[in-house]
């Protein structure tokens, strides 16, 4: 429910971005808002605690809108997750818009698994290469695990190729057992 509930925050946030042409702007307000959160777990109990009236969490929220210099609606929207006690899924709803955000700016970004840290120019290719793909940009981060051996693990959102050496050898594994070689 947290999930759905944050990705309508989401997509109403967006909704009011697209019109003001400010989707990037409004992410990188929301993110410098979460650090501030993640920063303060403090904060967090005071905004959702019912001894304080909402006129005196809704001053603490504008305090923390003011000193970010928050546009008016990254603040008001912010209010409003105050209001609805909707505060606590912040991390949740910045991690929803930044999706949105990448839809719209076609950007897609990619998780590249490898037994050991690529180089810049393999990143590049790489890079390249899914960009021909899938025709998005894409912005790329490398991952090194060992246990892979050789190869390479590409997630792409709901999207695994799973070209590593560990897995061709478990598939062969398994063969052997079923007989099947």
């Given at each position: 429910m947290k999930i759905?509930?944050?990705r309508r925050f989401a997509k109403a946030l967006v909704a009011i971005a697209k019109e003001d042409n400010a989707h990037a702007e409004y992410g990188k307000e929301l993110r410098s808002t979460l650090a501030?959160?993640?920063?303060?777990?403090?904060l967090y109990k005071t905004l959702?605690?019912?001894?304080?009236?909402?006129?005196?969490?809704?001053?603490?929220?504008?305090?923390?809108?003011g000193s970010l210099k928050l546009s008016p609606h990254v603040a008001k929207f912010l209010n409003v997750l105050v209001e609805?006690?909707?505060i606590r899924i912040l991390e949740?709803?910045?991690?929803?818009?930044?999706?949105?955000?990448?839809?719209?700016?076609?950007r897609?970004?990619?998780?590249?698994?490898?037994?050991?840290p690529l180089n810049g120019s393999q990143l590049d290719d790489i890079k390249k290469k899914l960009s021909a793909y899938t025709g998005k940009d894409?912005?790329?981060?490398?991952?090194?695990?060992?246990?892979?051996?050789?190869g390479l693990?590409?997630?792409?959102?709901?999207?695994?190729?799973?070209?590593?050496i560990i897995t061709q050898l478990q598939l062969m594994k398994e063969k052997i057992r079923e007989g099947v070689v």
């Open positions: 759905s509930t944050a501030i959160f993640k920063g303060n777990p403090e959702l605690n019912p001894i304080y009236k909402i006129e005196e969490r809704l001053k603490i929220m504008e305090s923390v809108s609805t006690r909707n949740e709803v910045a991690a929803a818009y930044a999706r949105l955000e990448d839809e719209l700016s076609g897609l970004k990619v998780v590249v698994e490898s037994p050991a894409i912005a790329i981060s490398n991952l090194s695990n060992p246990a892979l051996i050789g693990v590409i997630k792409i959102e709901n999207t695994i190729l799973d070209g590593s």
